[in-house]
């Protein structure tokens, strides 16, 4: 078992946290006016999946609660991103689709973020990055299996 002050783990997560903030800060301000990085996460996935999720299971997959989730889908269907529809078979619950427009304003933000991205992997390195991704996945699966 690692020490408390295991200057590895220490700097390993002081690290990534940084990195975390800066990427959100960087990518925050290239997103197209008004949308933000919640926003965008949850149009991607949407995208992604190409089918339709319910608010819990949004939550779930983004690890917010449903009170933070339910707030960013207001946003989005405010701003005729997604639709929101009740669920045919409970209606206590409902279920959400990307819209035509919320397509359109995902790929505007893919393509205000994608150079950023693209710049970062070059300037490291498409090899280096390859070999650092199932480092950092492993983490974040072992995170959320202790979650």
């Given at each position: ?18 990195a ?21 996460s ?52 409902k ?13 505007a ?17 498409a090899?280096r990055?390859?070999a650092?991704?199932?480092v950092i ?11």
């Amino acid at each position: 078992m690692a020490s408390p002050d295991d200057p590895l783990s220490v700097a390993l997560f002081s690290e990534m946290f940084m990195a975390d903030q800066l990427a959100r800060n960087r990518l925050s301000r290239a997103l197209p006016k008004g949308m933000e990085l919640s926003h965008f996460s949850v149009l991607n996935h949407l995208v992604a999946s190409s089918e339709e999720k319910s608010p819990a299971q949004l939550a779930r997959v983004f690890h917010v609660t449903r009170g933070a989730m339910t707030n960013t889908l207001n946003r989005l269907e405010w701003s005729g991103y997604i639709h929101i529809r009740p669920d045919w078979d409970d209606a206590r619950r409902k279920m959400v689709s990307i819209s035509p427009a919320g397509r359109r304003a995902r790929e505007a933000a893919v393509s205000a973020i994608a150079p950023i991205l693209s710049d970062s992997v070059r300037e490291i390195g498409a090899d280096r990055v390859r070999a650092a991704i199932p480092v950092i996945r492993e983490l974040r699966l072992r995170l959320e299996n202790e979650g």
